[in-house]
């Protein structure tokens, strides 16, 4: 399986609720990464969390990291129609590697 | 900046064909990769480098090849296609390979018959 995985696999939410998506992983990392894809595109970054890190912050995003659980979340608050995408987090290692989970769908109604 | 291209968008092949699929960055990223999406899933790392001249394989390399003659350019070569290579090609560049953001190209949707 993914070493990285979303939970849930889709999420649908009104206009100005927040969303918040899981990440979980089964080996070390050096960093972990949250990308957003809308639908038919490449993937856009969104928050690069270090291990050393607990949380961060961007605009209306928040991303928590805890190693100890092997997990990170993705929050997003306040949503808008234009969130609707697909969320990925990747665990990135000391040799470079990104490891992608198979995401989770959002949708956002206005 | 252009940032990351792919050509071609679009591609047919029948299998046992070749082709290559170009990806091109001009931001003077190190650190470059392949990945391919199939429906539903996430992205599987094929190939990637750490600068010209070095390239080491990732999760899924069978049936690929990659070079690495200049820091702008990253061919991925498909050798003799198979309709389990149907899906969507990413090709992906970094500043560094560690602890930076990745920046993706548009994609590559190939479908083998």
């Known amino acids: 399986s993914q070493q990285g995985e979303e939970d849930p696999q889709a999420l649908s939410i009104q206009e100005g609720e927040n969303a918040t998506m899981n990440c979980s992983y089964k080996?070390?990392?050096?960093?972990l990464q949250w990308y957003r894809q809308n639908s038919g595109r490449g993937l856009v970054h969104l928050i690069l969390?270090?291990?050393?890190?607990r949380e961060k912050h961007s605009g209306r995003l928040r991303v928590t990291l805890d190693t100890s659980k092997k997990s990170s979340s993705l929050l997003i608050t306040a949503s808008r129609a234009a969130d609707t995408a697909s969320y990925f987090c990747?665990?990135?290692?000391?040799?470079?590697?990104?490891?992608f989970g198979d995401g989770t769908t959002l949708t956002v109604k206005p | 900046n252009a940032g990351v291209t792919q050509t071609p968008k679009f591609q047919v092949l029948k299998t046992g064909q070749s082709m290559t699929l170009q990806c091109a960055q001009d931001?003077?990223?190190?650190?470059m990769s392949w990945y391919r999406q199939d429906p539903g899933m996430g992205l599987r790392l094929i190939h990637y480098?750490?600068?010209?001249?070095?390239?080491d394989q990732g999760e899924v390399p069978n049936g690929y090849n990659v070079s690495r003659s200049t820091t702008e350019d990253f061919p991925l070569r498909l050798l003799s296609a198979a309709p389990s290579q149907t899906s969507v090609y990413f090709c992906?560049?970094?500043?560094?390979?560690?602890?930076?953001?990745?920046?993706f190209g548009p994609g590559t949707r190939l479908t083998v018959t």
């Open positions: 992906a560049s970094s500043y560094s390979r560690v602890e930076y953001e990745q920046y």
């Open positions: 080996t070390s990392i050096n960093n």
């Open positions: 969390i270090r291990s050393n890190e």
């Open positions: 990747a665990r990135g290692t000391n040799a470079g590697k990104s490891t």
């Open positions: 931001m003077n990223h190190e650190y």
């Open positions: 480098s750490v600068g010209a001249g070095i390239t």
